[in-house]
């Protein structure tokens, strides 16, 4: 396992930089790495990637001194499983990161879940420990909350920020606030000591997560030390926040706020990088976890640009991602490449849209399959909960499970990104399309061995009650009896 994990993570990163990294000579130093993540940040929310507001000086210019993938996937519509499959170079039903509770249910690491990362899973911060790397987290984890799941149990040498999603705030009674940690001890929770004002969308956590990167940077390039930063941060989550000095400044709301703070911060970690002459020895990469939460818009919520529907789903909106790929003499400047997802998957080779244990589609060069379609369920989106707000599509955007394995729905998303017209089952190219995609799925079906499902129970007294630290700032709280259930997952 840990070699093929080991090979994948490799080719992740080794295809993007076109082999740059054989091509060193054997003395050249090892190159530092900065992952990016941004958290329900869409494909069109940048301006290189045509947002009309261009907000993003920072990350239009990063693409114009480096690469540009338009055609970049997560490898699931939803954080915990996404963060999951980035950090292992596996899909979640293989990693364990899914649920069998329901068919095709969306599930993550709310701070009920009793499971987590499986210790059996090979993480990119173990693996690079073994090339003298020091890794550092800043932001959210969302693999698991408890003690052993948390990310100096991972690979991780330091960690500051959350292991849940800013929600909130609770009253610690029936719900505790979310804790924020320095390494292996909380400093404090969200809202009561790290504030987001919930009515003025003000925090000044992004500031604070900018800091505690290029501290880190500093002391490794210091010690000479090739270093491994996961900068995973969260303000364009809801509910959406940003410091004052933001606050009130974008075309686009508060949400453009968020993003407009985040771009500034990503401009001053490249700015850093050159001001300590690491430039051309740090390879950086850019995505987002997972598509625009649409069904936050349009105050708390991005754009997926042309692409169907968003966060939580398997349409395009859902999982195909912006992506920046930034080495300074290493990646050529204004490059483009094409097709990617977050486990590795070069052009070429086939993208599975996973929702829960269910293939929903596959994609095999421009055509994609849907073997399922689901947007959310009827009683959600009569309640006003709506995944695909302003683009429901007959017959595509269902809101019961709808099966096509019989006759998949086959798009080509060259002429139709936005999943709209189904080619005609009757058409040379329909059959065509058919015959390559059906042989890829069959392979892939008959070589899967499903993860053990980490995401299927629940308890309330495995919540965040007493994380290690709380003694020492007198916030320790009495967790209840406990309750296991199994956890439901209404989307």
């Given at each position: 396992?840990?070699?093929?994990?080991?090979?994948?993570?490799?080719?992740?990163?080794?295809?993007?930089?076109?082999?740059?990294?054989?091509?060193?000579?054997?003395?050249?130093?090892?190159?530092?790495?900065?992952?990016?993540?941004?958290?329900?940040?869409?494909?069109?929310?940048?301006?290189?990637?045509?947002?009309?507001?261009?907000?993003?000086?920072?990350?239009?210019?990063?693409?114009?001194?480096?690469?540009?993938?338009?055609?970049?996937?997560?490898?699931?519509?939803?954080?915990?499983?996404?963060?999951?499959?980035?950090?292992?170079?596996?899909?979640?039903?293989?990693?364990?990161?899914?649920t069998t509770n329901a068919r095709a249910r969306n599930a993550y690491t709310p701070q009920d879940i009793v499971g987590g990362i499986s210790k059996d899973e090979i993480l990119l911060p173990q693996l690079l420990k073994t090339k003298g790397y020091v890794s550092k987290i800043v932001g959210k984890w969302h693999l698991g909350h408890r003690p052993q799941y948390l990310p100096l149990k991972n690979g991780f040498d330091e960690w500051f920020g959350s292991p849940n999603c800013h929600f909130g705030p609770y009253n610690?009674?029936?719900?505790?606030?979310?804790?924020?940690?320095?390494?292996?001890?909380?400093?404090?929770?969200?809202?009561?000591?790290?504030?987001?004002?919930?009515?003025?969308?003000?925090?000044?956590?992004?500031?604070?997560?900018?800091?505690?990167?290029?501290?880190?940077?500093?002391?490794?390039?210091?010690?000479?030390?090739?270093?491994?930063?996961?900068?995973?941060?969260?303000?364009?989550?809801?509910?959406?926040?940003?410091?004052?000095?933001?606050?009130?400044?974008?075309?686009?709301?508060?949400?453009?706020?968020?993003?407009?703070?985040?771009?500034?911060s990503i401009g001053q970690i490249l700015k850093w990088l050159r001001t300590l002459g690491i430039d051309n020895n740090t390879f950086v990469f850019f995505t987002s976890d997972n598509g625009a939460a649409v069904m936050s818009g349009p105050n708390e919520s991005g754009s997926n640009g042309p692409f169907l529907c968003g966060k939580e789903t398997t349409f395009e909106g859902g999982m195909r991602e912006p992506a920046i790929a930034w080495w300074p003499g290493h990646i050529k400047e204004g490059s483009?490449?094409?097709?990617?997802?977050?486990?590795?998957?070069?052009?070429?080779?086939?993208?599975?849209?996973?929702?829960?244990?269910?293939?929903?589609?596959?994609?095999?060069?421009?055509?994609?399959?849907?073997?399922?379609?689901?947007?959310?369920?009827?009683?959600?989106?009569?309640?006003?909960?709506?995944?695909?707000?302003?683009?429901?599509?007959?017959?595509?955007?269902?809101?019961?499970?709808?099966?096509?394995?019989?006759?998949?729905?086959?798009?080509?998303l060259g002429r139709d990104p936005g999943e709209k017209f189904p080619l005609s089952v009757l058409s040379k190219e329909y059959q065509d399309a058919l015959s390559r995609i059906s042989a890829v799925v069959q392979q892939h079906k008959d070589t899967l061995v499903p993860g053990i499902p980490q995401l299927n129970m629940c308890d309330s007294a495995v919540m965040n009650w007493a994380p290690a630290g709380c003694e020492k700032l007198g916030k320790c709280l009495k967790p209840p009896e406990s309750n296991p259930w199994k956890c439901n997952w209404p989307h």
């Amino acid at each position: 396992m840990g070699r093929m994990v080991a090979l994948t993570l490799i080719t992740f990163f080794g295809a993007i930089i076109c082999c740059s990294w054989t091509k060193n000579l054997p003395n050249a130093p090892t190159p530092n790495i900065i992952i990016m993540l941004m958290d329900d940040m869409g494909w069109g929310d940048l301006g290189v990637f045509g947002q009309p507001s261009k907000e993003t000086p920072n990350l239009d210019a990063m693409a114009a001194e480096g690469m540009l993938l338009p055609n970049f996937y997560t490898a699931n519509p939803l954080c915990s499983p996404s963060r999951a499959a980035l950090l292992t170079g596996r899909l979640p039903i293989r990693n364990g990161f899914y649920t069998t509770n329901a068919r095709a249910r969306n599930a993550y690491t709310p701070q009920d879940i009793v499971g987590g990362i499986s210790k059996d899973e090979i993480l990119l911060p173990q693996l690079l420990k073994t090339k003298g790397y020091v890794s550092k987290i800043v932001g959210k984890w969302h693999l698991g909350h408890r003690p052993q799941y948390l990310p100096l149990k991972n690979g991780f040498d330091e960690w500051f920020g959350s292991p849940n999603c800013h929600f909130g705030p609770y009253n610690d009674q029936s719900i505790p606030n979310i804790p924020v940690y320095n390494n292996s001890e909380m400093l404090g929770r969200f809202y009561e000591d790290f504030k987001i004002d919930r009515e003025t969308g003000e925090s000044n956590l992004t500031q604070i997560y900018l800091m505690e990167g290029l501290d880190f940077i500093l002391r490794q390039t210091k010690a000479q030390q090739p270093f491994f930063l996961y900068w995973a941060v969260d303000a364009t989550h809801a509910p959406v926040y940003a410091s004052k000095r933001f606050l009130g400044k974008s075309q686009r709301g508060r949400y453009g706020d968020a993003v407009m703070e985040l771009d500034y911060s990503i401009g001053q970690i490249l700015k850093w990088l050159r001001t300590l002459g690491i430039d051309n020895n740090t390879f950086v990469f850019f995505t987002s976890d997972n598509g625009a939460a649409v069904m936050s818009g349009p105050n708390e919520s991005g754009s997926n640009g042309p692409f169907l529907c968003g966060k939580e789903t398997t349409f395009e909106g859902g999982m195909r991602e912006p992506a920046i790929a930034w080495w300074p003499g290493h990646i050529k400047e204004g490059s483009v490449r094409g097709c990617m997802v977050a486990t590795g998957t070069e052009i070429g080779r086939p993208i599975y849209y996973y929702r829960g244990n269910e293939l929903m589609a596959v994609r095999l060069g421009e055509y994609k399959a849907h073997y399922w379609t689901w947007s959310n369920s009827w009683e959600e989106f009569r309640q006003g909960i709506n995944f695909c707000p302003g683009e429901e599509v007959p017959n595509v955007t269902t809101h019961e499970q709808k099966e096509h394995t019989l006759q998949p729905l086959i798009f080509h998303l060259g002429r139709d990104p936005g999943e709209k017209f189904p080619l005609s089952v009757l058409s040379k190219e329909y059959q065509d399309a058919l015959s390559r995609i059906s042989a890829v799925v069959q392979q892939h079906k008959d070589t899967l061995v499903p993860g053990i499902p980490q995401l299927n129970m629940c308890d309330s007294a495995v919540m965040n009650w007493a994380p290690a630290g709380c003694e020492k700032l007198g916030k320790c709280l009495k967790p209840p009896e406990s309750n296991p259930w199994k956890c439901n997952w209404p989307h």
